[in-house]
């Protein structure tokens, strides 16, 4: 006889949170997620040419980030979300605090040490985020995830930028300071503000079976599809632009927080279209966009086109996710917090390993399979962007 598992039950607390009060826990994780792209000029890759060590950075922060969404699932079991959240924030600290003291000439295993730290607090960030998210992803999936991705980005910009002050700089071990500063104190306001909790309760069989569907499987290769493109082009977009056209370091820094930028800012956007525009054409025109940005990356040879391209991709990549969340949501009959952070994981691995894995070809073949590797993940997409449509109409949904 099969003993059928018992419904999660979860009580909620009687005051209702607003959304941007959870989500804005994903600026610290957008802010810590980013800062290998803009590390590698400021521990001098762009000079030393050692592509494969690079590369082994991206790793490290991808083991962190597993390592952190696994345990932060355990500690939830014990621990209300807040502490969660809070944890995470002052890991975070502490991993900043260690990445203002192993600038070279440290040893690459205690920078490689510190980012997978780092990657575990951004691990627990995003459970938290999404354990505390089910009523509000309930009511309008599509806008809580642009909001979230919003966060997100902006924490990501302040990354880039903040890097760029520490090329050649002697201020640099402050400023990670001032950072570790800022999230230490973000993680003790944390752990003082109760964050809801599902009151659901959620029967598993039929979960297993929604999370079994083609629709959930090339949702998933979408997600991860997408952001290996996004995350190739931030992880080594600065050191593409020095050794393509020899642009400053900082100017490069600076470009790759343009590039941030111009992914927020398509959110914001799209955040406007959704009432105007139906959503699969909104979908398929972002698809296209990010193909054509990466593609002006290949030709490009001067500053304008670089520009132009790094606009077109960011602006492509930033609807993909939120809008592609929405389409598939209605193949599940519920939130569930640790699928759906399992699913951002899968795909946040896709983003942080694929600069690893193009970090070790570009050392062998050059520095272009950067932006090819890019319209590869950008075709998937597309492709995959179609499947799910028509997988929708073949279902009637």
């Known amino acids: 006889m099969v003993t059928q598992p018992a419904p999660v039950v979860i009580p909620a607390p009687g005051e209702p949170v607003r959304p941007w009060r959870i989500l804005r826990g994903l600026t610290l994780s957008g802010f810590l997620l980013a800062l290998p792209g ?3 000029p400021v521990w001098g890759y762009h000079v030393r040419g050692d592509l494969g060590t690079a590369a082994n950075y991206f790793a490290a922060l991808g083991a962190g980030l597993t390592g952190g969404a696994v345990l932060g699932l355990r500690l939830h079991r014990d621990h209300p979300v807040e502490r969660v959240l809070g944890a995470g924030c002052l890991t975070g600290a502490l991993s900043l605090l260690m990445l203002a ?3 070279p000439p440290a040893s690459a295993w205690l920078q490689a040490a510190a980012l997978l730290l780092t990657g575990m607090a951004a691990g627990f960030i995003n459970t938290a985020v999404f354990e505390a998210l089910a009523a509000a992803w309930e009511g309008d999936p599509a806008r809580i995830i642009l909001q979230g991705g919003i966060f997100f ?18 201020d640099a071990p402050i400023l990670f300071g001032l950072a570790a500063l800022v999230a230490g104190v973000s993680g003790l306001l944390f752990l003082r503000a109760p964050l809801p909790r ?12 929604d999370l079994r569907s083609v629709l959930a499987i090339l949702f998933a290769l979408l997600l991860f599809f997408q952001f290996a493109s996004e995350w190739c082009i931030a992880g080594w977009l600065p050191v593409f632009l020095i050794d393509r056209l020899g642009l400053s370091p900082e100017t490069a820094v600076l470009l790759l927080a ?9 959110r914001v956007v799209v955040a406007r279209l959704l009432r105007l525009v139906r959503h699969g054409r909104l979908l398929g025109i972002s698809a296209f966009c990010a193909l054509f940005g990466c593609i002006c990356l290949v030709a490009a040879n001067t500053r304008g086109g670089v520009v132009t391209g790094i606009l077109l991709t960011g602006f492509g990549f930033s609807a993909i996710y939120p809008l592609a969340s929405e389409r598939i949501a209605t193949r599940f009959s519920f939130y569930h917090p640790g699928y759906f952070n399992g699913i951002f994981t899968f ?5 942080i390993l694929t600069p690893f894995a193009v970090g070790h070809l570009a050392a062998a073949l050059g520095l272009r399979v950067i932006p090819l590797a890019a319209i590869v993940g950008s075709c998937a997409v597309f ?4 499947l799910i449509w028509l997988g929708r109409k073949v279902s009637g949904s």
């Not at 599902?198 to 079976?209: D, E, Q, T, V």
């Not at 492709?383 to 179609?386: A, D, I, N």
């Open 101 to 103: 003291f192993v600038a």
């Open 153 to 170: 980005g902006l924490g990501s910009v302040v990354s880039a930028w903040l890097l760029s002050k520490c090329i050649d700089s002697l």
């Open 383 to 386: 492709v995959l962007v179609f």
């Open 38 to 40: 803009g590390l590698l």
């Open 258 to 266: 343009l590039y941030w930028l111009a992914l927020t800012a398509g």
């Open 347 to 351: 795909a946040m691995l896709g983003g």
């Open 198 to 209: 599902h009151a659901r309760a959620w029967p598993m069989p039929p979960a297993a079976k």
